[in-house]
């Protein structure tokens, strides 16, 4: 098998080295291809193009395998916390069991934030997207975190990366609790980093809260299975803004932006939006099939999709199976999963969606157990936002300790030549 690739042009030919990864995946290295031909490459969504190397997330698209470090995504729901995926990510492998305790206690003892951060808080108004309001809450962190981070002192990462893990669900559940118009409150030490989030979020002033184990386990594989995915959207953008050197908290707020797109994290609550307005509509999911096929109509099929998943996402398969379990243990009966199920059913069977491997994504099951948790739906990509955290951040040191260069793509201009006044 070659290991270079031959490209020609003009008459001339270029060798161009293969890189390979451990999966096999192979690569064209085209760094010098500019300086010796003149030629950039065009892929605008960057659908052929692998912009670094990395050993935390292996995805086969092809195959529908998603695993952590080398660790299954299946194994990783049923066997671990999420605050372990998060070390594991982060750091490379799973924590033993003195790691966990530091890691842990430490969190816990930054899990305070600033109370002016209250006032910015605040001055948002009540109907502000509480993923504007988390983005701006993270960027905020930076004016009352000012120390700077030396990337290659480990005691500046891990305390940078600490008080992130610390403090960001402080700030998530203040969003949500802003909705709900509820007294700002903190973690109880006494309770897992899971459990804090369910807490945060839902306890009330004036009566004692213990998260069940229902919610508890609902929130927790849901956490795992969206915290990371390795060169997605939000992924690349905290990238991109940390290979200007700017500082972690600048980098995931602007992942936090990204994320919120409705093409992105911002689908689990386009999804919910969708199954409520077929349910109003009289529940007629054909006629919606239709709309999603018709290309004068710029409706999609919310949750169906992927750019990278041609086969199926393993992650809708856990959600599909966790939603069935979470609204059976919890009693509900809730008719949105049965219109949800009924338009799988026929994107399954329909030449529109098999040609183009269209298949049910992560987000298509999810915001119904946020719903049955009783999570309002514009706080879904938050609860996104709280999974994806850790693979921000493990992309973010990974991309600053290969001290990687400054992501700046060129372009094909298009605009006018040189004119006169
Ligand atoms: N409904 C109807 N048609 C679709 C859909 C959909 N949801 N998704 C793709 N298509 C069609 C699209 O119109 C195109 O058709 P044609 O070849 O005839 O022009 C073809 O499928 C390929 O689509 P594409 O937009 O070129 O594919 P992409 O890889 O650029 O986009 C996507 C991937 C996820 C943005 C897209 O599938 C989509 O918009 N899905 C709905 C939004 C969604 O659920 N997003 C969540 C993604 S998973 C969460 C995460 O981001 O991590």
């Given at each position: 098998?070659s290991?270079?690739?031959?490209?020609?042009?003009?008459?001339?030919?270029?060798?161009?080295?293969?890189?390979?990864?451990?999966?096999?995946?192979?690569?064209?290295?085209?760094?010098?291809?500019?300086?010796?031909?003149?030629?950039i490459?065009?892929?605008?969504?960057?659908?052929?193009?692998?912009?670094?190397?990395?050993?935390?997330?292996f995805?086969?698209?092809?195959?529908?395998v998603?695993?952590?470090?080398?660790?299954?995504?299946?194994?990783?729901?049923?066997?671990?916390?999420?605050?372990?995926?998060?070390?594991?990510?982060?750091?490379?492998?799973?924590?033993?069991?003195?790691?966990q305790?530091?890691?842990?206690?430490?969190?816990?003892?930054?899990?305070?934030?600033d109370?002016?951060?209250?006032?910015?808080?605040?001055?948002?108004?009540?109907?502000?997207?509480?993923?504007?309001?988390?983005?701006?809450?993270?960027?905020?962190?930076?004016a009352?975190?000012?120390?700077?981070?030396?990337?290659?002192s480990?005691?500046?990462m891990?305390?940078a990366?600490?008080?992130?893990?610390?403090?960001f669900?402080?700030?998530?559940?203040?969003?949500?609790r802003?909705?709900?118009?509820?007294?700002?409150?903190?973690?109880?030490?006494?309770?897992?980093y899971?459990?804090?989030?369910?807490?945060?979020?839902?306890?009330?002033?004036?009566?004692?809260?213990?998260?069940?184990?229902?919610?508890?386990?609902?929130?927790?594989?849901?956490?795992?299975?969206?915290?990371?995915?390795?060169?997605?959207?939000?992924?690349?953008?905290?990238?991109?803004v940390?290979s200007?050197?700017?500082?972690?908290f600048?980098?995931?707020?602007?992942?936090?932006?990204?994320?919120?797109?409705?093409?992105?994290?911002?689908?689990n609550?386009?999804?919910?939006?969708?199954?409520?307005?077929i349910?109003?509509?009289?529940?007629?999911?054909?006629k919606?099939?239709?709309?999603?096929?018709?290309?004068?109509d710029?409706f999609?099929?919310?949750?169906?999709?992927?750019?990278?998943?041609k086969?199926?996402?393993?992650?809708?398969?856990?959600?599909?199976?966790?939603?069935d379990?979470?609204?059976?243990?919890m009693?509900?009966n809730?008719?949105?999963?049965d219109i949800?199920?009924?338009l799988?059913?026929?994107?399954?069977?329909?030449?529109?969606?098999?040609?183009?491997?269209?298949?049910?994504?992560?987000?298509?099951y999810?915001?119904?157990?946020?719903?049955?948790?009783?999570?309002?739906?514009?706080?879904?990509?938050?609860m996104?936002?709280?999974?994806?955290?850790?693979?921000?951040?493990?992309?973010?040191?990974e991309?600053?300790?290969n001290?990687?260069?400054?992501?700046?793509?060129?372009?094909?201009?298009?605009?006018h030549?040189?004119?006169?006044?």
């Open positions: 098998m290991d270079s690739v031959k490209l020609s042009y003009n008459d001339q030919t270029f060798d161009f080295p293969l890189v390979e990864g451990t999966e096999n995946e192979k690569g064209i290295d085209i760094k010098t291809l500019r300086a010796a031909t003149g030629l490459t065009y892929d605008p969504g960057f659908k052929n193009t692998g912009s670094c190397k990395s050993g935390v997330t995805l086969d698209g092809e195959e529908g998603l695993r952590y470090r080398g660790y299954s995504i299946e194994d990783l729901c049923e066997k671990s916390s999420f605050i372990d995926v998060a070390f594991l990510l982060i750091f490379g492998e799973l924590p033993t069991k003195e790691e305790e530091l890691f842990n206690k430490e969190i816990k003892n930054d899990s305070l934030v109370e002016d951060l209250k006032m910015i808080l605040k001055s948002f108004p009540k109907s502000a997207h509480p993923m504007g309001v988390l983005s701006s809450l993270t960027s905020a962190l930076i009352f975190n000012p120390s700077s981070v030396d990337v290659d480990e005691a500046d891990r305390e990366i600490i008080m992130l893990m610390a403090k669900p402080i700030l998530a559940s203040w969003t949500h802003k909705i709900k118009g509820l007294p700002l409150n903190y973690a109880n030490l006494s309770l897992s899971v459990e804090n989030i369910a807490h945060m979020m839902f306890k009330r002033p004036n009566e004692d809260y213990t998260p069940s184990p229902v919610v508890v386990n609902a929130i927790n594989k849901l956490l795992i299975l969206h915290a990371d995915h390795e060169q997605n959207c939000s992924t690349s953008t905290v990238r991109v940390g200007s050197h700017a500082g972690l600048a980098s995931v707020s602007a992942g936090i932006s990204a994320l919120w797109g409705p093409l992105h994290g911002g689908a609550q386009a999804v919910i939006e969708m199954l409520e307005a349910q109003k509509d009289g529940g007629d999911t054909k919606y099939m239709a709309k999603a096929k018709d290309k004068n710029p999609r099929l919310m949750g169906f999709g992927h750019r990278v998943y086969n199926f996402d393993p992650r809708a398969r856990i959600i599909k199976k966790a939603a379990e979470v609204l059976s243990e009693g509900i809730d008719p949105i999963l949800a199920k009924g799988e059913q026929e994107a399954l069977s329909d030449p529109y969606f098999i040609d183009r491997k269209l298949y049910p994504n992560v987000d298509f999810s915001g119904i157990i946020y719903r049955a948790l009783g999570i309002p739906t514009e706080m879904f990509t938050v996104f936002a709280l999974g994806r955290l850790p693979g921000w951040i493990a992309q973010w040191l991309m600053r300790k001290n990687e260069p400054i992501g700046r793509p060129r372009q094909i201009y298009t605009g030549t040189r004119r006169s006044l």
